[in-house]
């Protein structure tokens, strides 16, 4: 029950109740419109009332003076530098690389390392790494793969031996080589500025004096704690009083500590050539693993080179396969047959093409995508426009699609950075241990976890993604970036397993299509589609479902439901309240830099 007469209070307050009230229904009726009604209070009266009897959502608006109603705050507007993480202190550490006269790329290896001790939850240097990198002098992008490949002893026999029909999630057997040391490392080498140890010294004092851990993580570690307590190591490391830290309780990892120090005084080579090294094999090969130490000493990141496709005048970046970046660029590819704009955000026929786009990119991923220095991964062909048009006549736009047969074509959580600097570099940098904190292998003395990669391969050995020594995975964690007329626009990453080339996808149209800012389109209320085929061997039989964040329209949802949709609550499983990912971006426009992170997280974006 509203009380009407609170509109005929004194004309200040009525002038904030009139803007509340235009900022809940401005995207459904005209501005004129409301103008030209909102002149007297009998109106008003009769409006309001009549549009909270029609309200059919969950308002999630934050009652700002500016920009969309799901805007959480304004965009970070800077000159010389900034960046874009999803915690303060690393977000503050980049800056201060930028600030010492440091470039981009100093300052997000920074941020990662601090990153690996604040947010072990999602990253860490028992994991890998991905970059796309702006030089502004060489006016080129350069993509990096640095993600850690299968020890050359397993094979798909020994498992099947043990009685196994897939790989495991934790334990020794999903672990490969961690990748993202020797990524600092080939960054620093090829593009940084300042000494390598220099960019250690605010990880190593957090993890030595301590720090107070945020609200996410400290969840996160309590759930991890549930599947990890009784492996060795972990509560040494992150449960020293038999419980994992509380929000704001101050956590030191001094074994970290140690090990930073020996990374930043060899270049990284302590990893794999010296003690950490060692200490990697002898705890992954006592729990049952297969690891040796040329395993580490022969890795390589490899330098690659970006693939894109146009947007609507906008070149989209990825990363090629083994990652699913490109899965990103199938969807974009699809739906710009489609007047997007005009049907609108939020709206079933939107959302239903999306998804039908997904789905179509996804039976591809799970067929094609795969190490390619081992396996044919038909790229030009996937991401090109023609093959987008073949695919679109798939869709239906009355009926969902429940079951996919891919063409023959011939020939869990993570963390996301970004940095740009007054030189006019820009990085877009992604790192993860996979399922959140990663395999529950925690090597003695080292004060980190290990990666679990490897389960995402295939145990078929027909497959292109089949396990194999020496072999890479399919990786889910992918940078992105976008440019315009050659130039650099942006960039940007959605962290989330899965979600992520869909997340990628929506906010490119939430920027493009939809012309949100660089904030509301991380603000925006997400969807994901989960089922589909998958690389590791599963296939989608039933269309997969749907679930929504807070905000979108319930009449549009029962629409997409009438056409065949499966929605699923996302409050059912405790899971899925965390499955749309985390965003950080940045944009360069007008030699101005503008900054958003994602509110869903604990970090922000700052710039100086």
Same mark, same amino acid.
């Given at each position: 029950v509203i009380n009407t007469e609170h509109l005929s209070s004194k004309s200040a307050s009525k002038g904030k109740l009139f803007n509340k009230i235009k900022r809940v229904i401005n995207l459904r009726i005209k501005w004129v419109y409301?103008?030209?009604?909102f002149n007297t209070e009998k109106n008003m009266r009769l409006i309001l009332l009549s549009f909270l009897f029609l309200l059919p959502f969950k308002s999630n608006g934050y009652d700002r003076i500016t920009g969309l109603? #799901? *805007?959480?705050?304004?965009?970070? #507007? *800077?000159?010389?530098?900034?960046?874009a993480t999803s915690h303060p202190l690393a977000t503050q550490t980049a800056i201060s690389i930028l600030k010492r006269g440091g470039n981009a790329i100093d300052a997000a290896i920074a941020a990662n390392a601090v990153l690996g001790l604040v947010e072990p939850t999602g990253c860490g240097i028992g994991g890998d790494l991905f970059a796309i990198v702006w030089i502004e002098e060489d006016k080129k992008l350069y993509g990096l793969n640095s993600s850690g490949p299968a020890p050359k002893n397993i094979s798909i026999s020994k498992l099947k031996s043990m009685g196994l029909e897939k790989i495991p999630?934790?334990?020794p057997l999903p672990v490969t080589v961690p990748g993202a040391v020797a990524g600092w490392t080939a960054l620093?080498?090829?593009f940084g500025k300042l000494n390598f140890d220099e960019l250690f010294v605010d990880a190593i004092n957090y993890a030595e004096e301590g720090f107070p851990v945020s609200e996410l993580v400290a969840y996160y570690l309590n759930r991890s704690s549930e599947i990890f307590k009784d492996y060795k190591n972990f509560s040494n490391v992150w449960m020293k009083n038999g419980m994992t830290p509380v929000k704001g309780e101050i956590f030191k990892n001094p074994l970290l500590a140690k090990n930073y120090k020996d990374i930043a005084k060899t270049n990284g080579n302590d990893f794999y050539n010296g003690n950490i090294a060692k200490e990697i094999v002898n705890s992954i090969n006592e729990s049952g693993g297969f690891f040796t130490l040329n395993d580490l000493s022969s890795f390589e990141p490899e330098w690659i080179d970006p693939v894109s496709s146009n947007y609507r005048g906008y070149d989209v970046w990825e990363l090629p396969p083994n990652g699913q970046g490109i899965a990103a660029l199938q969807i974009l590819n699809i739906l710009e047959n489609y007047n997007i704009s005009e049907l609108g955000f939020g709206s079933s026929e939107y959302l239903h093409l999306f998804t039908e786009a997904k789905k179509l990119a996804y039976e591809d991923r799970a067929k094609y995508y795969a190490d390619k220095s081992f396996a044919d991964v038909p790229v030009k062909k996937l991401i090109s426009k023609e093959y987008a048009n073949e695919r679109n006549l798939l869709i239906d736009k009355d009926r969902t699609l429940k079951s996919i047969d891919p063409v023959e074509i011939e020939n869990g959580d993570t963390i996301y950075l970004t940095v740009a600097d007054k030189y006019g570099n820009m990085?877009?940098?992604i790192q993860s241990n996979y399922r959140g904190m990663g395999s529950g292998v925690v090597p003695n003395n080292t004060g980190f976890m290990l990666q679990d990669r490897g389960e995402m391969f295939n145990l078929d050995e027909t497959h292109r993604n089949s396990l194999l020594g020496g072999k890479r995975p399919f990786h889910t964690i992918i940078p992105a970036f976008v440019t315009k007329n050659n130039k650099p626009?942006?960039?940007f990453g959605v962290m989330g397993g899965a979600m992520q080339p869909q997340g990628h996808a929506q906010i490119v149209i939430n920027l493009i299509d939809f012309k949100m800012n660089l904030q509301e389109a991380g603000d925006a209320p997400r969807f994901r589609h989960v089922g589909s085929s998958q690389p590791t061997g599963e296939v989608m039989i039933d269309g997969g479902f749907l679930i929504f964040e807070d905000g979108f329209n319930k009449d549009q949802l029962k629409k997409l439901e009438k056409i065949g949709h499966e929605i699923k609550n996302k409050n059912d499983d405790e899971y899925m309240k965390g499955a749309f990912g985390g965003y950080q971006a940045i944009m360069k426009k007008n030699e101005v830099l503008i900054g958003a992170s994602e509110s869903r997280k604990d970090g922000h974006a700052s710039g100086y």
């Open positions: 409301i103008n030209s009604i109603e #799901f *805007a959480s705050r304004s965009e970070v #507007f *800077a000159k010389n530098g900034m960046a999630p934790y334990g620093h080498t090829k990085i877009s940098l626009l942006m960039s």
